[in-house]
């Protein structure tokens, strides 16, 4: 913090999803319960706990709605009911965080994985997700807009693309709806190596494209990516991003 230029404090993060230390139903289950309260402060419990373990902020809550069974990653949803995974959303979000970020029992929330990665095709996850737009924002957006309005510090952007744009790069969403339209003032983090993964996507001939491609679309850090580590100092000399971006993502 003391020598480098910004003075940016290191941030530890960890996937709190059930639990720390104390363990609790996975979320599919915890959901069942339509309990608000008793979501609340399961989270809160385990963010005292990770806090005191050094955990700053939490790859948590996962608000994808999820209504095909086949998918891996159902396990980790509130479930297939939109109203019920933002009512679930706003609870987790409560709990990590508490009254006060700078409290050392809190622990800063992601609201993951915006949008629509619950409806990957056939299941599979890392699939494309097709839907219309009126599904979009009755079905699988509205989980994420309950964890803004609730204060959530991070949103993560999925894996996939949505009808061929890969989220991690889609301005759209991330930049004009979430940030514009929303007023989403946090931080917004890629998922591991997503911004590197513009590659396998097609939309992206190298990690300077990549770097490029998501820091236009709004995204903050790059985790495990190194695109913009290796990218950003090129597209930086090319005038393909401004220092003022750069300095926006890491204020």
Request: net charge negative; charged share 20%.
């Amino acid at each position: 913090i003391e020598e480098s230029r910004l003075g940016i404090p290191l941030l530890f993060a960890a996937d709190v999803i059930h639990g720390h230390r104390t363990m609790f139903p996975i979320p599919l289950a915890e959901a069942a319960a339509v309990d608000p309260d008793l979501w609340e402060r399961t989270a809160r419990a385990s963010a005292v706990e990770a806090a005191a373990d050094g955990v700053m902020f939490n790859f948590a809550p996962m608000v994808d709605v999820a209504r095909d069974p086949r998918w891996g990653r159902i396990a980790e949803s509130p479930g297939e009911d939109p109203w019920l995974c933002a009512r679930y959303a706003e609870a987790k979000v409560r709990g990590f965080q508490g009254d006060d970020l700078a409290a050392p029992t809190a622990m800063a929330a992601t609201a993951k994985h915006l949008a629509g990665y619950g409806a990957a095709l056939a299941g599979r996850d890392y699939a494309s997700s097709e839907m219309s737009e009126l599904t979009l924002h009755e079905v699988y957006l509205p989980p994420f807009k309950a964890a803004v309005d609730a204060g959530c510090a991070l949103i993560m952007p999925a894996f996939q693309d949505l009808g061929g744009v890969p989220l991690t790069a889609h301005a759209g969403i991330l930049r004009d709806l979430v940030r514009g339209r929303w007023g989403f003032d946090g931080v917004i983090v890629s998922d591991y190596n997503a911004v590197g993964e513009l590659l396998a996507h097609g939309v992206a001939a190298d990690l300077e494209d990549a770097a490029v491609l998501a820091l236009d679309a709004g995204v903050d850090i790059d985790l495990m990516g190194n695109a913009y580590a290796q990218g950003l100092p090129g597209a930086l000399e090319k005038g393909r991003v401004t220092m003022a971006q750069i300095d926006t993502a890491v204020r």
